[in-house]
């Protein structure tokens, strides 16, 4: 198993650039979900998953959005990137019966300029 | 809201020597409670948890934590540290009703340095 896998590593944006995370598991988790690691303030929750076709917003929802077509895939997208974006984003995945024990990617580094 | 405190910003500790790192969460019940940690560059990894039963729980790494519900404390220990314990730790609270399972909160971190 790959686990929970995150596209790209690292990623440089200008202002107002759109782009998408990718983000996939191969666990068949029922729910996942998107955080930001900013220096200091731990992860903040920004949308989950409780299975395809439903999410719901998080702590920091503006400025994303995200879909669940299939129950492995669970993109982020920056609709108009900002300064105030970057970040390390994180995506997880856990199963129901599993008591919220999260499993995470390895991150994506954003720099937007 | 549920919210999770962890005091401590940054630990610095003897290897060989104890550890503790504080970790209290304001909750409406007793949540569900765990530790990752995280090495500089990678994601978080689960260390341990506590769902209910024996309020000392232990881990992988030789990693054991404590629930104190009278405090609402889930404080980790470590007997004899190491250099390669050397990371990030996250405390997080997650609801146990599945009305609310995608919202886990995470405390802000302790940042640990092991010196030799």
């Known amino acids: 198993n790959a686990g929970v896998t995150q596209t790209p590593k690292f990623q440089v944006l200008k202002t107002g650039q759109s782009m998408t995370l990718q983000c996939a598991q191969d666990m068949n988790h029922e729910y996942m979900s998107w955080y930001r690691q900013d220096p200091g303030m731990g992860l903040r929750l920004i949308h989950y998953s409780v299975g395809a076709g439903i999410t719901d917003q998080g702590e920091v929802p503006n400025g994303y959005n995200v879909s669940r077509s299939t129950t492995e895939d669970f993109p982020l997208r920056l609709l108009s990137a900002a300064p105030s974006q970057t970040s390390v984003y994180f995506c997880?995945?856990?199963?129901?019966?599993?008591?919220?024990?999260?499993?995470f990617g390895p991150g994506t580094r954003l720099t937007v300029l | 809201a549920q919210s999770v405190t962890q005091p401590d910003i940054h630990i610095t500790v003897s290897e060989g020597a104890s550890l503790e790192l504080r970790c209290n969460y304001s909750?409406?019940?007793?949540?569900?409670l765990f530790w990752y940690v995280q090495s500089p560059g990678q994601g978080l990894q689960l260390l341990l948890k506590?769902?209910?039963?024996?309020?000392l729980v232990q881990g992988i790494k030789g990693f054991e934590a404590e629930f104190k519900r009278s405090q609402s404390s889930f404080n980790l220990r470590k007997p004899s540290v190491h250099w390669s314990d050397a990371a990030e730790y996250f405390c997080?609270?997650?609801?146990?009703?599945?009305?609310?399972?995608?919202?886990?909160?995470f405390g802000d971190g302790t940042t640990l340095t092991v010196k030799p």
């Open positions: 997880a995945s856990w199963a129901a019966s599993s008591y919220n024990e999260q499993f």
């Open positions: 997080a609270v997650a609801p146990r009703y599945n009305t609310n399972a995608g919202k886990s909160t």
């Open positions: 506590y769902f209910s039963g024996d309020t």
């Open positions: 909750y409406g019940a007793t949540p569900y």
